[in-house]
């Protein structure tokens, strides 16, 4: 036994976007016994196989439309109009779980649309997020994942920028502050979630409190990325798993103390059998 001292960042785990959406999800469950949700709805292998096996069916969009009326789960990432026209078509009764902060975010892009203005959008290519902002320009906007995307000469002197919501909020304004040194007039709009954002500061906290770092996230998360690469920077012992299975025994001396976190898609269940696996080592 390495009798290793472990503790859960209990600031980790899921926003309350995603708590919302599963929430939900479980409630229509629970009564009906399946439900169909549009895409994963956590970037979580670990939960969505647990929702699964309650009866959540994971369809795409060229599912939605051959599907007629049926109940159908908007996660919280978001939807464009287009989702919502193909629901009334086709007599789809569409559960909206989609997150309040991402609502708001479609709405202020929609105006500026509205408005004729040269809309830029910081988030990743395809993300279902960026895909549901992009709908409300009618797939108009320019989005970029980082600035080496963008020839400076050819962006509108006057422009409107947006950000995905999970995006950094540093590398936001130094994008901003970039563009404006370019001579460009931006619009900047901070549109990054505070609870998301928030935990930069947070997580690199509680990674400059042990001597190993283990994080809790899907694959396919952005906002896992991110956070992961936080507790890098401060804890050059930082491990990245998706699944307890992924523990392996020689990152580990004994006694050593091993801080748990994740990802805003994470769930709690997962980071505690981590620590579980941990204490058996």
């Known amino acids: 036994m390495l009798q290793l001292d472990v503790a859960i960042d209990h600031n980790s785990g899921f926003c309350f976007g995603v ?15 399946y439900l169909y949700c549009l895409g994963d709805i956590v970037h979580n292998d670990e939960e969505v196989n647990r929702l699964e096996k309650k009866g959540l069916r994971i369809i795409n ?6 599907l007629y009326g049926e109940r159908v789960l908007i996660r919280a990432h978001g939807e464009p109009p287009s989702t919502y026209r193909i629901a009334a078509e086709n007599d789809l009764q569409l559960i909206d779980a989609s997150c309040p902060v991402v609502l708001k975010l479609q709405h202020r892009i929609k105006k500026s649309y509205d408005k004729q203005e040269k809309i830029y959008i910081y988030g990743k290519h395809g993300h279902a997020e960026v895909e549901g902002l ?9 989005v970029f994942q980082n ?3 963008l020839n400076l000469a050819e962006v509108p002197s006057n422009m409107t920028l947006y950000s995905q919501t999970t995006k950094s909020t540093d590398k ?34 509680f990674a400059g409190r042990f001597n190993k770092i ?16 936080v507790c890098k920077n401060q804890n050059e012992n930082t491990y990245f798993v998706s699944r307890k299975e992924e523990v392996q025994l020689n990152w580990f ?9 994740g ?4 769930p709690m269940w997962l980071m505690e059998e981590v620590r579980d696996t941990l204490l058996e080592l």
Request: net charge negative.
């Open 19 to 33: 708590v919302y959406a599963i929430e939900m999800a479980e409630d229509i469950l629970d009564e009906y016994g």
């Open 61 to 66: 969009h060229d599912n939605l439309q051959q």
């Open 134 to 142: 992009l709908g409300q320009t009618n797939q108009e906007a320019v």
């Open 147 to 149: 600035l080496e995307e």
């Open 172 to 205: 936001f304004y130094e994008i901003t502050d970039t563009l404006r040194q370019s001579g460009i007039e931006v619009n900047a709009n901070d549109t990054i979630c505070r609870q998301v954002s928030n935990r930069d500061k947070e997580l690199r906290d």
């Open 214 to 229: 283990l994080f809790v996230s899907g694959t396919k998360s952005s906002n896992g990325k991110v956070l992961y690469q």
């Open 253 to 261: 001396s004994p006694n050593d103390t091993v801080g748990i976190c």
């Open 263 to 266: 990802a805003t898609s994470t």
